[in-house]
């Protein structure tokens, strides 16, 4: 069993920058790839970035390429989803994900274990 906690998430100006957190505890860690999705109000869970159990392999969202980066912290026991140049199509509940398979996946099927998630608003 793995317990995850987001944090960080707020209400942020267009073009702002925000660092989410996701506290993981429970089952080792390392022994998970990670994801960070997504849901906006009436619309499906979407894949935003997901990274290797190791932290070298890292995968994105086309829509969020080159803006946000997924890095975990194995000794720390938590992954961080650093967003900058924010915009307005951003704003979604964030989810941290743990996925039992080496490299992560961009499916949410995959994933075991879940967080709560935590709300991120940009504003116009």
């Known amino acids: 069993q793995v317990q995850l906690v987001e944090s960080g998430g707020g209400l942020v100006q267009a073009g702002g920058s925000l660092r989410l957190s996701c506290a993981a505890s429970g089952r080792t860690f390392s022994s998970y790839a990670m994801g960070w999705f997504r849901q906006a109000p009436g619309k499906e869970r979407e894949f935003v970035a997901t990274i290797s159990r190791s932290g070298v392999t890292t995968r994105y969202a086309d829509s969020v390429k080159g803006r946000f980066t997924i890095s975990r912290d194995n000794a720390k026991n938590t992954v961080y989803l650093q967003m900058n140049s924010l915009k307005p199509e951003d704003t979604a509940v964030y989810y941290c994900?743990?996925?039992?398979?080496?490299?992560?996946?961009?499916?949410?099927?995959?994933?075991?274990?879940w967080g709560q998630g935590t709300q991120v608003t940009v504003s116009s």
């Open positions: 994900a743990a996925d039992s398979s080496t490299l992560g996946s961009t499916t949410t099927h995959r994933y075991d274990y």
